[in-house]
């Protein structure tokens, strides 16, 4: 028997819509408040630009001439206005190209979520055209990766994605979707995560502390 | 500084305590504020550098101690009681030992440390900050604003945008020699005014940063400056301003060399300019060929009215400026060394 919290069967029991995986990836942007993204084109992101297109009155895409240009662009726009940064590439050189810009928001505190297309999940370790592990060389200079292989696990870990970037102190976030996923199908609702647990990017101020603190300021000598 | 700049700025004023603040911080609390006492770091002003080593207390907000700010980590704020205020505890005494850590988001940390602060004020303590600064003026501030000699400096140029910006331009910097004098002399009355690569130091990244700073708070005037290397590195993002029409202003400081990595060479390296020598192309015409407006300035009498052209556009703008070629930038503490050795020349 399964027991789910009040909140979990509430979404459970919201209406879906049965849309594809690259269509949920544009859906999820719109609800996160992203209206200006920036990004370049490739063979294993083509189904998200196909739906970018078919939104492109609700969500803005910028097309940069450069992968690292989208991820400095996405850090100033975060950067002036405090919002989560967003950049989309293709998968291989293309996304090899974001990992400057994520080093520079990883060690900045930055808010970003990079989105980059897979190879399909049947040829993860193929060797095949434009594959390389992001995940993997994306690791150390990501607040969080994750690779996504079937459309239903979308609006989940987009939605820890946005989460984790501007949650505590900010970071960069990858998420790589297989070209599959996007293609595949799965019946779509959206809820903004609110929580992981074990994970507590706020700590509590402590009073101990602040007392403690206010104390040697008050008591600083006076010159 | 998690949109704490108000709170911040109580805390401040109410116990006189004077804040200096690093490449990262800087527009936290307006450039004009009596207790902004500047730049710490390795090319920070003078006096915060100093003191740092003399205080009784240190007070540290969302800053995590590195290498460029402390210098020699033996020989930083030993003295001191640290207070630090951070959000990841991963950071306290990670460089620097604490004395109290107050972890949280410095927006509910500060408010609530408020009331328990004392009406203070440190006049003495400030006089001393205003005895280095002047030293520093003399020294060091005076040549880069109001040179007398031919050559441009990169600093006069900040001057003018400034006088145009009157503290509202976002400002966002390359690295380099550039980033350096438009961290320390550009005036900001707004927050999140300074967008520049701080901890990782990319070459490339105020160009295409511009284009998205711009875009997200289209209201505010974005100024780029960037040096003449950096700009190469991500110089094809001119045809996204080109198919955008983003109004970035940006103004390319040439010198035609690695300015920063030349100066250590000269610092320390006897001169030999390894590799830092750059044949640069005509800027102007390649801004042009993106269909931006573009300008060169090469004589001092020409720089006002093209930075005023410039920030009055209602377009994006390029602007070149040919800088003094081996500028370098002081004070400095040279790397390895304390807080204390910062050198003025």
Known sequence: MDVQTKSKQSYLNQPTERISGAEAVIRCLIAEGADTIYGYPGGAIMPVYDELFKYQDQIHHVLTRHEQGATHAAQGFARISGRVGVAIATSGPGATN??????????????????????????????????TDIVGISTPVTKWNHQITTAEEIPEVIAKAFYIARSGRPGPVLIDITKDAQFGELDFTYKKCEGIRSYNPIPKVNPVQLSAAAELINNAKSH | MGEAEEEFKAVVEKSGVPAAWTIMGVSAIPTSHPLNVGMVGMHGNYGPNILTNECDVLIAIGMRFDDRVTGKLSDYATQAKVIHFEIDPAEVDKNVKTDVAVLGNAKESLAQILPLLNKNTHTEWLKKFEELSKIEFEKVIKNDLHPTKEGLTMGEVLKEINAQSKGEAAIVSDVGQHQMIACRYAEFNTSRGNITSGGLGTMGFALPAAIGAKMATPEREVVAVIGDGGYQMTIQELGTIFQTKAAVKIVVLNNDFLGMVRQWQQLFFDKRYASTVMTNPDFVTIAKGYQLEAKRVTKREELAAAVEEMMTSKEAYFLEVCVEKEDNVFPMIPSGASVSEIRLE
């Open chain 1, 98 to 131: 974001l990992i400057t810009g994520i080093a520079d928001a990883q060690i900045d505190s930055t808010p970003m979520v990079c989105i980059t297309g897979q190879v399909p999940s049947h040829l993860l370790g193929s060797d095949a055209f434009q594959e």
